[in-house]
Structures are given as structure tokens and as C-alpha cells.
């Protein structure tokens, strides 16, 4: 289990969980860098979050 628990009143929607699942993914095959595009007040930052949570570390 992931030593990170996020704590949001909030689930992932719409494309968030695809893009939760392809951050991890990518992390975890260790590409360095990252880009998550979105307009403002789309979950971008609740994305990276539940991204952190889901590999365990920030």
C-alpha cells in the first residue's frame, strides 16, 4: 500500500483515470519528464495527486 493517502472529497472523471494510469506507467518505466495539459480548473493538480498516490512516492 502507498504510503501517501489522498485526501479529497473528489474521484477521478471523465479522462482523469486514463490519464492517472498512463502518469503512473510512465513514471514507473522511469521517463524522466512529464506533461499534463489541461485548462484551467480541469484536475490537473487532483491528477498529479492521485498520480503520487498510485506509485507511492512524490
Do not use: C, W
Amino acid at each position: 500500500m502507498s504510503q501517501f493517502s489522498l485526501q479529497a472529497p473528489f474521484v477521478p472523471t471523465g479522462d482523469q483515470p486514463q490519464a492517472i494510469a498512463q502518469l503512473a506507467n510512465s513514471l514507473q518505466a522511469q521517463h524522466r519528464y512529464q506533461t499534463l495539459l489541461g485548462a484551467t480548473g480541469t484536475g490537473k493538480t487532483f491528477t498529479v495527486a492521485a498520480t503520487i498516490e498510485k506509485i507511492g512516492k512524490p
